[in-house]
């Protein structure tokens, strides 16, 4: 499948979220993690966002509420570019309202290939790499050129597995 290469930025643009549950986690996690973050633009959905303003003393810019569409406007920002790195601590046992938003958030940062932290091991992982001090040339594939082919098959009726 073809791909793009989209440089990462040294100074990366991380959105940080988690669910209620999660959220004292991610405070601990980030706290430990303070000096570090501070050299990147920092993004949370409303509360979460807010409480690490508050505790940390750094700038974080706030969207909306999960709930209320913050899941979905950091989705907009991933696909649009705007957003590098995606911290979520999300809790796998827990029903929201706002499920559908969290699942799409999460597919459109997968299909954008940037990474994805969902609990604290994967983010000490990432966040400890050394690809976090350097420009990554990360590849994002043709997700509509692959669309498009599946469109002009099904046109034909070519079954799926014959394609």
């Known amino acids: 499948m073809p791909t793009t290469t989209?440089?990462?930025p040294v100074i990366k643009r991380i959105a940080l979220i988690a669910h209620d549950d999660r959220k004292a986690d991610l405070?601990?996690?980030a706290q430990y993690n303070r000096v570090a973050l501070s050299r990147h633009i920092l993004f949370g959905t409303g509360?979460?966002?807010t409480m690490l303003k508050n505790e940390l003393d750094?700038?974080?810019h706030t969207f909306m509420s999960g709930p209320l569409?913050?899941?979905q406007q950091i989705g907009a920002q991933i696909a649009d570019g705007g957003i590098d790195f995606l911290i979520f601590f999300w809790d796998p046992l827990q029903l929201?309202?706002?499920d559908?938003?969290?699942r799409a958030l999460l597919r459109v940062a997968t299909l954008q290939n940037i990474p994805i932290a969902t609990n604290r091991s994967?983010?000490?992982f990432l966040f400890s790499s050394p690809l976090m001090d350097v420009v990554y040339e990360r590849k994002v594939y043709d997700w509509p050129a692959r669309l498009q082919r599946e469109r002009v098959l099904e046109a034909v009726h070519l079954p799926k597995s014959d394609r």
Request: proline residues 12%; hydrophobic residues 35%.
């Open 6 to 8: 989209i440089p990462l």
């Open 27 to 29: 405070l601990d996690w």
């Open 47 to 49: 509360t979460t966002g």
């Open 58 to 60: 750094l700038d974080v």
């Open 69 to 71: 569409g913050g899941d």
């Open 96 to 98: 929201h309202p706002h």
């Open 100 to 102: 559908p938003d969290v």
């Open 122 to 124: 994967s983010a000490d």
